[in-house]
Nanobody
Framework: QVQLVESGGGLVQAGDSLTLSCTAS????????AAWFRQAPGKEREFVGR????????AVADSVQGRFALTRDNDKNTVFLQMNSLKPEDTAVYYCAAGTVYGLRVSAYDYWGQGTQVTVSP
C-alpha cells in the first residue's frame, strides 16, 4: 500500500522547462517501480516514462525522448519528471504511478496519484 501525490504542474510557454514531483507515503517507495503517464482531453492515458527501484533503468516514450528525464530519491520517497523543450502537444494531466513490474501500460501499475495539470501555450 502506497499513496502518491503529484505537484509542480502549471502554465508555461513552448520551449520552457518544468519539473514535476511525486511523493509517496505508506510503503517505502524504494519497493516500487515508478512511472509517469499523461492524459489529454479526449485521449487515452499514455505512457511517458518508467524508472526502476534504484534508477538503474529508465525508459522514456518516443514522443518525449531527448526532452524528458526521470529521476528518483528513495530517501525522500520522491520521483521526478524533468521536462525540457516543452511543446503544446505536451499539454495534459500528468499522473504518477507505482507498481511491481516493468510494464509500459496503464494496467501494469497498481497505485496512482491525483494528477497535475501541465499546459503549454504556443
Amino acid at each position: 500500500q502506497v499513496q502518491l501525490v503529484e505537484s509542480g504542474g502549471g502554465l508555461v510557454q513552448a520551449g520552457d522547462s518544468l519539473t514535476l514531483s511525486c511523493t509517496a507515503s505508506g510503503r517505502a517507495f524504494s519497493s516500487y517501480v515508478a512511472a509517469w503517464f499523461r492524459q489529454a482531453p479526449g485521449k487515452e492515458r499514455e505512457f511517458v516514462g518508467r524508472i526502476t527501484l534504484s534508477g538503474e533503468s529508465i525508459a522514456v516514450a518516443d514522443s518525449v525522448q531527448g526532452r524528458f528525464a526521470l529521476t528518483r530519491d528513495n530517501d525522500k520517497n520522491t520521483v521526478f519528471l524533468q521536462m525540457n523543450s516543452l511543446k503544446p502537444e505536451d499539454t495534459a494531466v500528468y499522473y504518477c504511478a507505482a507498481g511491481t513490474v516493468y510494464g509500459l501500460r496503464v494496467s501494469a501499475y497498481d497505485y496512482w496519484g491525483q494528477g497535475t495539470q501541465v499546459t503549454v501555450s504556443p
